[in-house]
């Protein structure tokens, strides 16, 4: 890898960390375990949950991939918080009169 390449690479890897750090959403942490000729992006979500399924050709491109799947999971999680409770659901088997009548 040449000088340019380089620093175009490096240039990639620190814009996916910033943008990590500027849209990651709250509670969840991107760790990068780097070993001897390899390096593996680990996402850990609020509950504790590790996804480290990230397989793509740039240590930048894992970044950036982690990021957007904590924002889907976050977004899922709170159309579930948003969502009616189940005691304000009726029960048509308890309360019959609950029914539209023509």
């Given at each position: 890898?040449d000088?340019?390449?380089?620093?175009?690479?490096?240039?990639?890897?620190g814009?996916?960390?910033d943008?990590?750090?500027?849209?990651?959403?709250d509670r969840?942490?991107i760790?990068i375990?780097?070993?001897k000729?390899?390096?593996?992006v680990?996402?850990?979500?609020?509950?504790?949950?590790e996804?480290?399924?990230?397989?793509d050709e740039?240590?930048?491109?894992?970044i950036?991939n982690?990021v957007?799947?904590?924002?889907?999971?976050?977004k899922?999680?709170?159309s579930?918080?948003n969502?009616e409770p189940?005691?304000?659901?009726?029960?048509l088997r308890?309360d019959?009169s609950?029914v539209?009548?023509?």
């Amino acid at each position: 890898m040449d000088t340019n390449e380089r620093r175009l690479h490096d240039a990639k890897l620190g814009a996916a960390i910033d943008n990590a750090a500027a849209n990651l959403p709250d509670r969840y942490v991107i760790s990068i375990e780097i070993e001897k000729g390899s390096a593996f992006v680990n996402l850990v979500d609020p509950n504790g949950i590790e996804c480290n399924e990230f397989t793509d050709e740039t240590l930048a491109d894992e970044i950036y991939n982690a990021v957007a799947r904590s924002i889907a999971e976050a977004k899922f999680e709170q159309s579930l918080l948003n969502r009616e409770p189940k005691e304000r659901l009726v029960d048509l088997r308890t309360d019959p009169s609950a029914v539209d009548k023509p």
